[in-house]
């Protein structure tokens, strides 16, 4: 998959994205909040930090055809499929959850969408090297692959191909445009890798 891949990322403003995940800005303080699809302002507030995967389904989209609904309208139809919920009393939000995002991504997207609930290296190199895009689980602290990663899992990011023991992925919360259009070792990338993904044509 060539570098040419659009990139998305989850917050409207990409150049404010430092300021949002390091300088403790309000993510819905977002001039660009319409962009997203978002009904208001504190919908896109609520949502935006949980839209790396709707981002990730973006990009596929995007990179098949050239058009691709907008994050919210994908939001949407993730969530009524249940790749997302709600804790009705907490508000906590939970996803994207693998199992029903695919099912989605087939069923009104046309994506063919594989889970894989344990995910090697060595697997995600031959499903790259199969053609196949993959969403990978990785801690969000990617962005700074200099320094020791803090865990593993936790946010999306979109896996394009490889060359040798470079991997190239998409990052939805990069917060500079070399980590968002990325690329890292196969070693350090797997510093951060959960082990865990889905797959997409």
């Known amino acids: 998959m060539p570098d040419h891949l659009p990139t998305v990322t989850q917050f409207a403003s990409p150049d404010l994205i430092h300021a ?20 208001d302002a504190d919908t896109y507030r609520r949502w935006c930090g949980h839209m790396c995967g709707i981002a990730c389904l973006r990009m596929a989209l995007l990179a098949r055809t050239g058009t691709a609904p907008t994050l919210f309208e994908l939001l949407d139809g993730a969530r009524r499929y249940g790749a997302y919920t709600e804790d009705e009393d907490t508000g906590t939000i939970r996803g994207m959850i693998y199992a029903p995002a695919a099912v989605y991504a087939a069923t009104e997207l046309g994506l063919q969408a594989d889970v894989h609930p344990e995910l090697s290296m060595p697997d995600l190199l031959d499903l790259l090297d199969a053609g196949r895009l993959v969403m990978a689980s990785v801690h969000k602290e990617i962005r ?3 320094r020791p990663a803090p865990g593993k899992g ?6 394009t191909h490889r060359q040798g023991d470079t991997l190239h992925f998409r990052n939805p919360s990069g917060d500079s445009d070399r980590t968002r259009t990325a690329r890292l070792h196969t070693a350090t990338f797997a510093g951060f890798f959960a082990g865990r ?4 044509d």
């Not at 936790?154 to 896996?159: D, I, S």
């Open 144 to 146: 700074r692959p200099d």
């Open 154 to 159: 936790g946010h999306l990011v979109l896996v």
């Open 20 to 39: 949002i995940v390091y300088g403790g800005r309000d993510q819905g303080d977002d001039p660009r909040w319409p962009e997203s699809g978002a009904p």
């Open 197 to 200: 993904g889905m797959s997409l």
